[in-house]
């Protein structure tokens, strides 16, 4: 079990521009979540997959966001024309539910977007 | 729609005293209940959680935390801290039976002073 592991770590980019982020989650964990963390606040959900599927998307997420999981396994997180708005802490975690799954998240160290 | 409100943003206090971290949730359903905590520059890392069965849980370092259904409460609890115990802390919740995405409150930060 190595964990949650994301990447980049830090990512800085000129407003306009698009970035992409990678989760790769705990392995065999069938759930996998995506959060955004300011300073000072808690992690705000972005959306969550079960499998390949995207379960649910929070309604504070612009259309300039989209996620996927295309085996169910890895996750990438889009933002297209970044905004100062969107710097923050982006946060990966995953859980299963599969054989008595205990419904605790395992969160990543998450990628730092600053946007210039 | 869940809510979570951790009343105190920071919560000074020596070493080896007592401590206790307070959060209240809001909720429509019955919900799964959680503390994590989150040291400088790491993610997050599961202190407790309570799903069903005794109100009363315990985590790792020592903590507790007691679940109140009456005052959708759940504070978090140590009867001695250390300076290793300096770090934000969140309370979260997440929905029965389905688990999925959790809310979290707004952390409190809690510094051990020696």
């Known amino acids: 079990d190595t964990g949650v592991s994301q990447n980049p770590r830090h990512k800085i980019t000129k407003r306009g521009q698009n970035v992409t982020f990678r989760c790769d989650p705990i392995s065999e964990h069938n759930r996998l979540y995506w959060y955004r963390q300011t300073l000072g606040q808690g992690p705000e959900f972005l959306t969550y997959?079960?499998?390949?599927?995207?379960?649910?998307k929070s309604r504070l997420l612009s259309d300039r966001f989209s996620a996927e999981r295309p085996k169910g396994s890895f996750s990438t997180l889009e933002i297209q024309r970044t905004e100062q708005g969107d710097s923050a802490m982006y946060l990966c975690?995953?859980?299963?539910?599969?054989?008595?799954?205990?419904?605790?998240?395992?969160f990543g160290p998450g990628t730092r977007l600053t946007v210039t | 729609a869940q809510s979570v409100t951790q009343l105190d943003s920071q919560v000074p206090v020596f070493e080896e005293a007592p401590v206790e971290l307070r959060c209240n949730y809001s909720?429509?359903?019955?919900?799964?209940l959680f503390w994590y905590v989150q040291y400088p520059n790491q993610g997050l890392q599961l202190l407790l959680k309570y799903l069903s069965g005794s109100t009363l849980v315990k985590g790792i370092n020592g903590f507790e935390a007691e679940f109140n259904k009456s005052q959708t409460s759940f504070h978090l609890r140590k009867p001695s801290v250390h300076i290793s115990d300096t770090a934000e802390y969140f309370c979260a919740v997440s929905e029965v039976p389905n688990a999925g995405k959790s809310t979290f409150g707004d952390g409190t930060t809690l510094t051990v002073k020696p």
């Open positions: 975690a995953s859980s299963s539910l599969r054989g008595g799954g205990t419904y605790e998240q395992y």
């Open positions: 909720s429509s359903v019955s919900v799964y």
């Open positions: 997959f079960q499998n390949e599927a995207q379960l649910e």
